[in-house]
């Protein structure tokens, strides 16, 4: 049995702050506002995980107002929908995921993404994509207002 999910998160971006995507640090004067560390690639790919599952959404699972969630790392919350998904018996069969920033070029971060994604969602790196997107100067992403990212995530039942 085959289940198919989708994930869509936006972040604020504002000088100061950090700018993680997928568990990796990137360099930019700009970095994402929010609670947790705000990794926006973490996010979608979580909630495309929940999505396949029919087990509503990361905000459900790591409420905003709960202090255990705040600066957590993102990372570790899909790690823990992970392991809901192995007891449920799902695996990853893979994901497909577009980062849109504007800001600075994502291309030389996107091997070590798909590295960190791929050992949290124990599914090898051929079976883990991560594209980048800018917004071509138009939009919030183009702005450099945001970051953008889409997930989607296929399970198979074992
Ligand atoms: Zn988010």
């Known amino acids: 049995m085959f289940r198919i999910g989708i994930g869509h998160d936006t972040h604020r971006l504002a000088e100061g702050r950090p700018l993680v995507l997928g568990g990796v640090r990137v360099e930019s004067e700009r970095g994402a506002e929010g609670h947790s560390d705000a990794d926006a690639l973490a996010h979608a790919v979580t909630d495309a995980v929940l999505g396949a599952m029919c087990e509503g959404d990361i905000g459900v699972h790591f409420p905003d107002r709960d202090p255990r969630w705040k600066d957590a790392d993102s990372m570790q919350l899909l790690a823990r929908v992970m392991w809901l998904a192995g007891e ?18 994502l291309r030389p971060y996107v091997d070590e993404m798909r590295a960190r994604l791929s050992e949290v969602l124990g599914a090898g790196r051929d079976r883990v994509s991560v594209k980048a997107k800018s917004g071509e100067g138009l939009d919030a992403v183009g702005e450099q207002r945001a970051v953008t990212v889409q997930a989607v995530v296929l399970l198979e039942k074992i």
């Open 88 to 105: 449920r018996g799902y695996r990853i069969v893979n994901v497909d995921a577009t980062v849109m920033l504007e800001r600075p070029r």
